[in-house]
């Protein structure tokens, strides 16, 4: 089949069965790839009521037709299961280079299945599939485990590790490879360690066949010659995502002490071109890049090098905890990717664990002696040790903001800034009604990167509620995603502003598939309404109040900075789900109609 | 090529991606010297907070650049580049 590998492995850990089977071109058809065929695996082959954290549980690594190919980014993988932080949908997108060997091995999507008695890695070199004793690993952090097989394997091996959080079953647990990158939020982290598989290792050398080699070429140069010619690439590879800090700082958007402000007066020590200046020592990007956002630093303070920090982990553990030292946040970034765990929830429960201890909620003898006042560096350190080894206090805020709160109680409930069990990410939603309802109706929880509609607030008025608002983020839902689904990278697109329209002669040519963006969009529009059918099938009870913000949004004004004495009114919120549901064209409750799902072909398959 | 005038109060103003279509899609626009950069975008109808980066290229030390605030007072031979994050994150 052009532009794909052609094989789905199976890899059953419980029984050590491993087979393969054709990419079924109907899959292939109405779901193309990466995060389209996680969702679709996930719906068809994850029985009702599984636990995430049992053996009926499946994780999904998928590559998209792009994969592996000279398209601008084509090192996006996705890892799909269901999450064991939100109990719904999780799909976290990774770049790097590793999806482009799974094409290269032959295949489209990896499958886990089961639970593996012992520790074992799964290697992959192009048809020998093996798991392989991990014994000797397990306990060991990310960095070494991924050294240690680029020492023993070869470097042309790509590697996908978890650390001691994945290990321990920390809910947030993530999944790291090319030493900083990783597959972060909901928790694929900590499926992969409760089936004791510590490491992906593979490597390929076949061909992907191309349906049209001319064709590619050209539209893959046309791609590329876009890029470099754009005037932004420039300042986005010297800043890559850092650019937005000192810019959310200035709009009230930046996450200051647990969300309680979007302004943070320490912001400068953490702007892009501080950090730039201060610690860091190159560009790095990942397969086919021609726009490296990540950044390699050095910092002198903690003797360490780091990919990173990226804006995520600078807003969640820099202006979020009261920290104003880049240093400091490369080093909480370092041991979070070490140890395995999401920078963005991490940061997040950490924050509302000093939110709780400044209000008297939590004391010292809750939290194993820290003195967690925002600003405390060193304690910040212990807690992510706490955290991923499930130590003490740690194992209450291993659980996740939404779990946490719920013990601990005392209206602390309120300030854990979560949507559907999901810590929010990196962007203040005081004020910003698209963005608010961005997070409010994301597919795997509070995550900025399906619709970032945070500009067109600014462009047409912050607190506006308007049809047209919600339109945009509808459409940025069904869109933006699709990078994921093709195994490209949106910040090309984001970024620099290339034309979307050179994607599709580039997808026709290796596909052999004419495709518009109008199809494209289709297809983003499935997958939204197929995982919120898995949503409402994994959850009773499941509907709007599900997809409800944190009270911090709408009850309490910052005191502080840009978004001084803004709030969004309790009412907007639910006007916007009312909006939101209509054009989706499901009920009251957002659960999607009957005519909905015919009208996008799913109504077989949710049947 | 013809010699310029280096006695000036004007400057120039380049807008990156989408912030053209701001001042119908032309890749500069000569702007007076003596204005912040926040003042001389919204004189342009560019609302500056969709602006993330502000960056100056002074004509007379050459090469070096440097990132500046909206309030930078925009100084004449100035070559000031803006960036919006439109697109987001």
């Known amino acids: 089949m052009n532009g794909y590998g052609g094989q789905i492995l199976h890899v059953n850990l419980t029984t050590g069965k491993i087979t393969k089977e054709p990419t079924p071109p109907d899959v292939v058809r109405d779901f193309i790839g990466g995060r389209g065929f ?38 996006k993988c996705d890892f799909t299961t269901k999450s064991p932080l939100t109990g719904g949908y999780a799909s976290a997108s990774m770049g790097g ?33 093996e798991l392989r004793d991990a014994a000797d690993l397990w306990g060991k952090g990310t960095i070494v485990v991924e050294k240690h097989f680029k020492e023993k394997l070869g470097e042309e091996f790509q590697v996908a590790v978890i650390g001691p959080g994945g290990e321990n079953g920390v809910s947030y647990a993530c999944i790291n490879h090319d030493f900083g990158r990783q597959a972060g939020r909901g928790g694929v982290g900590t499926v992969m360690g409760v089936k004791k598989v510590k490491a992906v290792v593979v490597h390929g050398t076949k061909s992907i066949p191309v349906a049209d080699m001319e064709g590619y070429r050209k539209a893959g140069m046309a791609l590329y010659k876009a890029c470099k010619d754009a005037e932004g690439l420039k300042d986005w590879t010297r800043y890559g995502t850092t650019i937005v800090t000192s810019w959310c700082d200035e709009v009230g958007a930046l996450p200051t002490r647990n969300f309680s402000a979007g302004s943070f007066e320490g912001g400068k020590g953490l702007y892009g071109q501080t950090m730039r200046e201060k610690i860091v020592i190159t560009d790095k990007g990942c397969f086919g890049c021609p726009s490296p956002c990540g950044k390699y630093s050095r910092s002198k303070k903690y003797n360490i090098h780091v990919e990173g920090p990226e804006y995520e982990t600078i807003g969640l553990m820099g202006s979020n905890l009261g920290i104003d030292d880049i240093e400091a946040v490369a080093q909480a970034n370092l041991l979070c990717d070490d140890l395995g765990i999401d920078t963005i929830s991490t940061g997040n429960a950490i ?53 946490a709160s719920k013990k601990i109680g005392k209206g602390s409930e309120k300030f854990a800034i979560q949507v559907k069990g999901m810590e929010q990410s990196a962007y203040a939603t005081h004020n910003a009604t698209a963005m608010l309802l961005a997070y409010m ?122 978004t001084k004495g803004q709030i969004t009114k309790f009412e907007d919120v639910h006007k916007l789900l009312d909006m939101y549901y209509e054009q989706r064209g499901w009920t009251s409750e957002g659960i999607p109609t009957a005519a909905t799902l015919e009208q996008l072909g799913l109504a077989e398959l949710v049947a | 090529m013809k010699k310029k005038n280096r006695i000036t109060t004007k400057a120039t103003l380049r807008p990156s991606g989408a912030l053209k279509s701001y001042i119908s899609g032309k890749t500069e626009i000569t702007v007076e010297a003596g204005h912040t950069v926040r003042e001389t975008l919204s004189a342009l109808n560019i609302p500056p907070e969709v602006v993330a980066l502000v960056v100056v290229n002074p004509r007379t030390t050459g090469v070096n650049e440097e990132q500046q605030s909206k309030d930078y007072v925009i100084q004449e031979g100035d070559v000031v580049r803006v960036l919006a994050v439109i697109g987001g994150g």
């Open chain 1, 38 to 75: 996680g969702a679709y695996f996930l719906f068809k082959e994850v029985p009702t009521n599984a636990d995430p954290l049992g053996p009926a549980n499946k994780l999904i690594i998928s590559s998209g037709p792009f994969s592996g190919l000279m398209i601008p980014g084509a090192g």
């Open chain 1, 97 to 129: 280079h590793f999806t482009a060997e799974i094409k290269y091995a032959g295949l489209d999507s990896i499958i886990l299945e089961g639970i593996s008695p012992r520790p074992v890695y799964l290697f992959i070199d192009d048809d020998k599939v």
């Open chain 1, 351 to 403: 924050g509302w664990a000093m939110e709780c201890y400044e209000k008297g909620i939590l004391t010292k003898k809750d939290t194993d002696g820290l003195e967690l006042k925002f600003g405390n560096v060193e304690a910040t350190f212990k807690l992510i040790e706490k955290i991923a080894r499930r130590e003490g206090f740690g194992a209450l805020l291993a659980e996740g903001v939404k779990r």
């Open chain 1, 441 to 562: 109706t994301c597919d795997v929880g509070a995550h900025h990167n399906r619709s970032w509609a945070i500009t067109y607030d600014l462009q047409v008025g912050r607190d506006k509620v308007v049809p047209e608002k919600v339109a945009r983020v509808i459409w940025l839902q069904n869109f933006r995603p699709m990078f994921d689904v093709l195994g490209g990278c949106r910040l090309q697109w984001v970024e620099l502003g290339i034309d979307r329209d050179l994607y599709c002669p580039a997808l026709e040519a290796i596909t052999g598939v004419q495709r518009s963006w109008e199809d494209l969009e289709k297809v983003g529009a499935r997958i939204w309404n197929l995982t919120r059918m898995y949503w409402g099938r994994e959850n009773e009870g499941f509907g709007r109040q599900w997809d409800m913000p944190s009270p911090r949004f709408y009850e309490e004004a910052p005191t502080t900075g840009a």
